[in-house]
């Protein structure tokens, strides 16, 4: 049977992606090595590295002054490296889910942190109202999460503050046009729209660097890795050619705007048929709020005990990685860019042949 | 044409792995979705990941009290997170190479550096004597470069000092047995004789840790990584498969001594070769301190001209990847656990092949 993977990351990549990736592994560039065993240092893989930058530049429209980087350690090595390179006296946070909360935590081993509003009284079921107002100007930069994989709430207006902009976009990257030119630091871990786990992406302001006092240890120094052209040490070589892949297939499918055309699509259609079935309903009820990446839902109030029959449902109909993180409980669709609308599709059936048989 | 794959690293790796590696890329674990695409948090990677561990553990005999970890980041990175996590006041390296020297330079952010010894002097193409004896007993531990992958160096006994021992052996572990019970941290960048790039491996002595006072951040500190599986995020899937896949052929292959026969019948013959033809010499003089992972060779004084010729001659029988690093010149060998012999009989061949036309 069909499966429908809705995995909340490492989450569904293109099948363009997949087939390359594995065909490298065989035959990397026409070496006759395999993409496994060759140097970083070679032509092959210094032309992989460049395209992969120069890819994220165009996509997401970068404007001049601006490097991209692809390091390891995931978007929570990222928590501690804006503080090390930004941080001097203050920053402020917006706490809107675990992963908000923990670069936060992070952020205080630095200086001052200033939490601007938070969302931890009703489980981070909203964005608060406001907060760019909320933002002190006397901070060194504000922080945000702009997508909450495991609340499934968003943010996608790039905020308007008047300090400077860092934002952990994991999870929501690539899924519709942003204006770069309002972030000093947009970050991430890739494994969700972008490539597969192991690599960290950063899109960084140049002028924001060098304005801190301290040592900063060399690995965690993003101008090591701008100098470098990600390649001061060596890279996480197969996550970036699969990034590569990606942002090829992303460019040839009408970029990010088609992307969030589509998210429009899958998400509005899922959220309509949760709102609709009386048996489901979402944890985020501000429309405004609701992400379009992760789709978090459970069982109407009056159907609580069903909820193992329709986790054993969907999953007879090949639904794959929807149970939602267990502070959420319920269920989550995550409908990242490579998430086919048939899946989508698949799943709403599945909830109205469940609303019928009960 | 036979390719032959002597890449410094990333580096050959067992067929076994490459293989493997890109059928998981398209069917993982029978799941019917790849092995880019699969929640680490599945019960399938799961299972990779323990695996994984317990073979490090049993491989190289690691005994109770140590926990293994894989990470992202590169060794460049544990450079920072060895004195992030055990120095206190003063710590003693030892400078063998350029990957010494950076490890010694991080430290220097965090307290007092003692210099045992160097070979920086003559482009470090020798250990240092007796540097043992020389190691402070008043530090808080001891780190030193079992294998320097750029002069072809190698130090393969387990230093006996009074303090705590931690090694970089990024390029020459799982070459032969090691007695870990004498260190305190083991790490090394997976992409030599393991995986593929991407992840990091540490072998930590759990009673090392939590005796600096300063703060650590969270991924930074191993205690981390112990207490989470080495799943405290998301780690590299890919490279941690591969992984698992070259440890598996490890163990059917006879382990760690097999791989020391196969080293030392490998590098017995190419260094044998370098010093009987008299179109080449050895940068490392010594034969104790030779690597048996990575031969450095130039050509011979009167024959220095011919540096392009062979390299030309040696690419049209199938080398790949033996130019030595700049910094050295000449030629460098690598010959890691997965280079077949014949690949090391065939440098050989056009050694002497070289030196009968001209």
Known sequence: MKK???Y????????YTIKNTADAILDFAGTGLSLLEISHRSKEFQAVMDEAQALVKELLDVPAGYEVVFVGGGASLQFCMVPFNLLNTKAAYLKTGVWAKKAQKEAAMFGEVVEVASSEDKTFCYIPKGFEAKVPTDVDYFHYTSNNTIYGTEIRKDPDVKVPLVADMSSDIFSRPIDVSKYSIIYGGAQKNL???GVTFAIVKQDALGK????????????THIDGG???????????????????WLKAEGGVKEMERRAIVKSDKLYSEIDRNPFFKATVEDHEDRSRMNICFVMNDNYKELENDFMEFAKSQGMIGIKGHRSVGGFRA????????ESVDALIAAMKEFEKKH
């Open 4 to 6: 429908h993977n809705f």
């Open 230 to 248: 990600s390649m001061f040490n060596t890279p996480p070589c197969v996550s970036v050619y699969g990034a590569l892949q990606t942002l090829k």
């Open 212 to 223: 801190v006092n301290r040592p900063i240890p060399t690995m965690l120094d993003y101008r």
């Open 195 to 197: 490539a597969p786990a």
């Open 8 to 15: 909340a990351g490492p989450s569904i990549l293109p099948q």
């Open 334 to 341: 995550s409908t990242y860019n490579a998430l086919p609308e």
